[in-house]
């Protein structure tokens, strides 16, 4: 991977994770795209970057994050990750198969467009608009919801967005609860990838933060994908909240739609190969 593929990966990676169309999908796309997307330590970097989106979030909600004295929020992240974490580690080996089909992640492209064109129009009757408000079991519910998206396409932040709102969630704090929810799940996930996760290179099994640090080229493009997605992913936060209050998820669903059709040309006219 080269340096300037290392940064339009984190530029995908930053303009997606919070919108609700998929980042990890658009990123085996644009990898697939780019040839690169069977490469291992491409792998281990689709992951690896997400550390700067999540630390976008912690520093734009820094108020909220360091609010020790209301020790219920930390309460409702650990509840709502659980679900995700659990379910993870049983499915562990089926996700990782998965994220390696773009055909996969088209059809959930097309599949999560659909719903997200009526999405506005099945939950319309929000009651709770303060993250106080939120109980336990609906946390705990909408960390279910988050699950649906270990399917590679299906979008972290649509999965989360729609469960907030069939728990009665306004849109805006929907996706907010969300963009809070991301930084365990996510954080979670990263380190089992850098750390724990045994990954096989010619026979030989390593880990993720060994590979990253094995030459230069790769420490660089970790840092600077990382500071590339902190930066990206922090705009895209504040459009989205923006957007959101205005125009709700239609245009996201029409957007999922074109491109999960476009994908399913490029993969039958082979652009791109499974």
Request: charged fraction near 15%; glycine fraction near 8%.
């Amino acid at each position: 991977m080269s340096l300037l593929q290392a940064i339009i990966i984190a530029i995908v990676e930053g303009i997606t994770e919070y919108l609700p169309v998929s980042s990890t999908g658009h990123m085996i796309i644009t990898s697939s795209l780019m040839g690169i997307h069977k490469n291992e330590f491409t792998k281990v970097f689709e992951v690896a970057v997400q550390l700067g989106a999540i630390l976008s979030v912690v520093v734009l909600y820094w108020r909220k994050f360091f609010d020790f004295k209301r020790w219920q929020f930390y309460v409702k992240l650990i509840i709502a990750v659980i679900p995700a974490l659990v379910l993870g580690k049983l499915f562990s080996d089926k996700i990782d198969a998965m994220l390696e089909s773009p055909t996969t992640v088209a059809i959930t492209l097309l599949l999560g467009g659909f719903v997200l064109l009526f999405i506005d129009r099945l939950f319309r009757n929000s009651t709770i608009d303060t993250e106080e408000k939120i109980t336990g079991r609906k946390a705990f519910i909408i960390g279910l919801w988050q699950c649906l998206a270990m399917i590679p396409g299906m979008s972290r932040s649509a999965a989360s967005i729609i469960g907030g709102m069939q728990q009665k969630l306004s849109r805006r704090l929907a996706a907010e609860f969300s963009f809070f929810l991301a930084v365990p799940t996510m954080c979670a996930a990263t380190g089992y990838t850098l750390f724990f996760k045994d990954i096989e290179i010619d026979g030989v099994a390593t880990k993720g933060y060994k590979m990253i640090l094995d030459s230069s080229e790769n420490l660089t493009a970790f840092i600077v994908g990382n500071l590339t997605a902190f930066v990206v992913a922090m705009l895209a936060i504040k459009f989205f909240i923006g957007f959101l209050q205005r125009r709700g998820f239609r245009i996201f669903g029409w957007y999922r739609i074109i491109v999960g059709i476009a994908l399913l040309i490029l993969i039958w006219t082979g652009v791109i190969h499974n």
